[in-house]
């Protein structure tokens, strides 16, 4: 495969931004098999936004010949206060629930390098984190915890001021090529890409891939958008205010999610008639449903009839002239959902001391 082949293949949608063309160029040129990671908060159940379409993304960048890390980021969601603060059981969650809901999708362990944050720090790393704080300011730093969903007023702990840094000294530390987050997380890598020339780190590329809406609609990202006089925010942080939750578990659809629940959750969704933007039925439909197979329309004759669409763009098209009923489009997309998390449902009927572990705690934001 070329070049770049291998380059459109990691800059394929849901990815919205990489950070540089050129440097992914670079990094292919000097190795076979660049090395990836993405990492996550130990922070819940797994939906459709964090676990599947992640789940897409890196099969492009494993055709690519990327090797993938998926990295279980224990002490982040520590700090953050996940799973009510309690590390043992944040720990036992990554390694059980949290890394088979990867496993139940596809990305088992010889394909995919599966590493426990906390297990890999030393030293080095620590001093590494010194480093990357020695070398920015707090205001740069505080700019930056917006990564752990939080405003930078919102009043969080003296340890949240460390996250950033430790986050940028995980990429230092795995000595990868290539890291891939959602938008939300792109301030960190500009912060880790802006001081590793003054610590003597390796440059790296980073992609950001689309944060895929929750059930409910836009939401805040509404009024911040279009309010008259208001600021426009950051792409990322727009994102966020609107982005699936899984502390907000009607506006998910968690991989793991029977047939029943899946269709109950999307009849309900925001969805309305003629209207594209900040529509979650149309994103899924993109982002998920449509990743290089058609979405087929089934709906009686006196309705239309069924109709494929071969692409994004007929989709979008043929929904805002109203050509499309919402139900008719929820429908479809409840048909593919489901049929792409059977081997999570499966699997997790087979493994249900995994869903209990994740059962058993305290969801927080």
């Avoid at 676990?51 to 224990?74: H, N, Q, S």
């Avoid at 309690?86 to 590493?115: C, M, N, R, W």
Wanted: net charge neutral; with cysteine; glycine share 6%.
């Amino acid at each position: 495969m070329d070049i770049e082949r291998k380059i459109d293949l990691v800059c394929r949608p849901p990815i919205e931004e990489v950070i540089t063309r050129e440097d992914l160029k670079e990094i292919f040129q000097n190795y076979g098999h660049p090395r990836h990671y993405i990492g996550f908060e130990i922070s819940g159940k797994v939906h459709i936004g964090s676990g599947l379409m992640t789940t897409l993304k890196i099969r492009d960048f494993m055709e690519a010949g990327v090797k993938p890390t998926i990295w279980l980021a224990d002490y982040h969601a520590w700090i953050n206060g996940k799973l009510g603060g309690d590390l043992p059981k944040i720990q036992e969650v990554a390694e059980g629930y949290f890394k088979h809901a990867f496993v139940s999708l596809g990305l088992t362990e010889d394909k995919v390098d599966y590493k426990l944050a906390s297990k890999v720090y030393d030293e080095d790393f620590w001093k590494t984190v010194l480093d990357i704080s020695r070398n920015t300011t707090i205001a740069r730093v505080l700019r930056t915890v917006t990564i752990m969903g939080r405003k930078e007023t919102e009043a969080t702990s003296a340890a949240s001021i460390v996250y950033p840094a430790m986050q940028a000294a995980d990429i230092a530390k795995l000595d990868i090529q290539i890291a891939h987050a959602g938008m939300d997380q792109r301030k960190v890598h500009m912060l880790a890409r802006e001081v590793f020339p003054k610590i003597g780190k390796k440059k790296f590329a980073a992609v950001h891939g689309h944060l895929l809406p929750g059930l409910q609609g836009p939401g805040r990202m509404d009024a911040a958008v279009t309010s008259s006089g208001s600021p426009v925010p950051d792409k990322e942080d727009v994102q966020i205010e609107a982005k699936m939750s899984k502390s907000k578990p009607s506006s998910a659809i968690f991989i793991h999610d029977t047939e029943d629940e899946v269709k109950s959750k999307i009849s309900k969704a925001y969805c309305p008639e003629k209207t594209i933007d900040g529509n979650p039925m149309i994103e899924y439909a993109e982002f998920i449903c449509m990743r290089g197979k058609p979405l087929k329309i089934e709906r009686p004759a006196k309705f239309g009839g069924d109709v494929e669409f071969a692409t994004v763009g007929e989709l979008k098209t043929t929904y805002s002239e109203g050509k499309l009923h919402p139900m008719d489009l929820k429908n479809a997309v409840a048909k593919e959902l489901i049929t792409l998390l059977k081997p999570s449902r499966d699997y997790f009927a087979q493994h249900k001391e995994y869903l209990e572990q994740i059962n058993e705690v305290t969801i927080t934001r």
